[in-house]
């Protein structure tokens, strides 16, 4: 292996780095050193457009000074305290807040929330809150969750077992679970502005793993309102809503994962707000702290916690929880980043560019080895034929390619999934989509 040597580039072989070919990467390494705005800057000096919030986190845009200032103060007063038979006021402050914009509003009763560090870890508190209510109100035998294909709920032992990718999946042991199908159609939606027609029916493997396993085995069902890391799969219209039914029917609590779908990304504060279908528990991460300081945080119903909080005042109701659950710099960074989406409207700000977001995107039809554009909120995904023998390695190029000409892209397998922050603008769209273009049209 040779490795590009930079005057300011650091040594690069001790750090393993996640999800990434390490060897290919260190031959050929892509370093960022700052970020503002809508911009980062790689360690040459080139500004970057971000076309995906980092990782589908920074939502209010890069170096937001109110968070910088907020964290800073916070060190300086509190920097850690344990929330195990303790507490802190920013931690309680911190919900409270929340609380006011929980998934699915007042009436939504999703307010009692459960802080983690991360959405990987906000998944298997969910399901463990699952399994923990069911045996609580008598029904111990709902020990299974079922998720679905082309899930992805991080990289827990839970999250791997109830999603759906397969190379997060055949190495390790798992969980109980099953899986209904994807909802990904291209024969029928290929190219929908928005939600799919076609699939509702899809809905109905649910009653199909009930008829299987059993409902008194099953605990949950776990989804993503919308797949984002699998390549942006919508959920058909109608299907949110027919889940939700055939889960209640059953006493099955409906888990939505919102790691990547709350904090703005469709144009409502949440997947659960757009869709209007309230499930028992959310989880969330990533746009909660803006990314700044790593955080999850579980939304759980009244139903839910209230039948936890029984038994002897004295016991623990739930023994589960990690040292950082509600680590007060991130506490803090939560709340400034709770104050710009408030006052900048940036929760609701998608919903505003979202026709203007989805016509540059579906501008690219037509193009080079284009075989589907798939859009919903500020979330975009263009999906490209697969080179023959090499699933993935055209997309890969694309992203290379981008980032050379300064655009941040994601890609997954030969997907390209996109989703600005929420304080992009008109021409910074139209850079985006003019980028990806001029790379697809000379893309082998
Ligand atoms: C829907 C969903 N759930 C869970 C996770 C895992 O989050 P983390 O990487 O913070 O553990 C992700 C990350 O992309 C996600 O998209």
Not at 42 to 66: F, K, M, Y
Not at 198 to 225: K, M, Q
Not at 330 to 355: D, F, K, V
């Amino acid at each position: 292996m040779t490795l590009h040597v930079r005057t300011n580039q650091p040594n690069l072989e001790n750090f393993w780095m996640p999800f990434t070919a390490n060897r290919q990467f260190k031959a050929a390494p892509r370093l960022l050193s700052g970020a503002k705005g809508m911009y980062y800057t790689d360690i040459d000096g080139n500004e970057v457009l971000d076309g995906t919030s980092g990782l589908w986190c920074v939502n209010a845009g890069h170096g937001r000074t109110q968070i910088v200032e907020a964290v800073a103060r916070q060190l300086g007063e509190l920097d850690f305290a344990p929330t195990f038979q303790m507490g802190h006021p920013i931690v309680f402050s911190f919900a409270e807040k929340l609380a006011a914009i929980a998934p699915g509003g007042k009436d939504g009763g999703l307010d009692r929330v459960f802080f983690t560090g991360s959405g990987s870890e906000s998944v298997d508190t969910a399901l463990k809150i699952a399994i923990a209510y069911q045996r609580a109100i008598g029904q111990g035998t709902r020990t299974r969750i079922i998720g679905r294909e082309k899930g992805y709920h991080g990289v827990g032992f839970g999250g791997i077992s109830v999603g759906g990718l397969v190379n997060n999946r055949r190495v390790f042991p798992q969980i109980p679970a099953d899986h209904m199908r994807h909802t990904l159609d291209m024969e029928r939606n290929a190219f929908s502005r928005g939600l799919p027609a076609h699939g509702i029916e899809l809905a109905e493997d649910l009653e199909r793993l009930v008829a299987l396993h059993g409902a008194e085995t099953i605990a949950a069902v776990i989804v993503e309102p919308m797949a984002g890391s699998a390549g942006v799969i919508l959920p058909p219209k109608g299907y949110l809503e027919r889940l939700r039914a055939i889960a209640d029917k059953h006493g099955i609590l409906l888990i939505f994962d919102e790691v990547i779908t709350g904090f703005g990304r469709l144009g409502t504060p949440f997947a659960t707000d757009y869709f209007g279908v309230t499930p028992d528990l959310v989880t969330t991460a990533k746009g909660l702290t803006n990314g700044a300081i790593p955080m999850g945080a579980v939304f759980a119903s009244r139903k839910v916690h209230d039948g936890l909080m029984t038994g002897p005042e004295s016991q623990i109701e739930l023994f589960h929880g990690y040292t950082y659950s509600g680590h007060p710099v991130a506490c803090a960074a939560g709340l400034a980043t709770l104050g710009i989406y408030a006052e900048e409207g940036l929760l609701t700000r998608g919903a505003e560019l979202a026709n203007y977001w989805q016509e540059a995107l579906h501008s690219l039809k037509g193009l080079p080895h284009v075989a589907d554009i798939r859009n919903l909120g500020l979330v975009g995904a263009i999906e490209l034929r697969s080179r023959d023998g090499a699933p993935g390695a055209r997309a890969y190029d694309v992203f290379v390619e981008c980032f050379r000409k300064g655009l941040l892209i994601r890609v997954t397998g030969d997907i390209i999934a996109l989703s600005p922050p929420l304080i992009v603008e008109k021409h910074q769209i139209d850079t985006i989509v003019s980028v990806i273009a001029d790379t697809l049209k000379t893309a082998a």
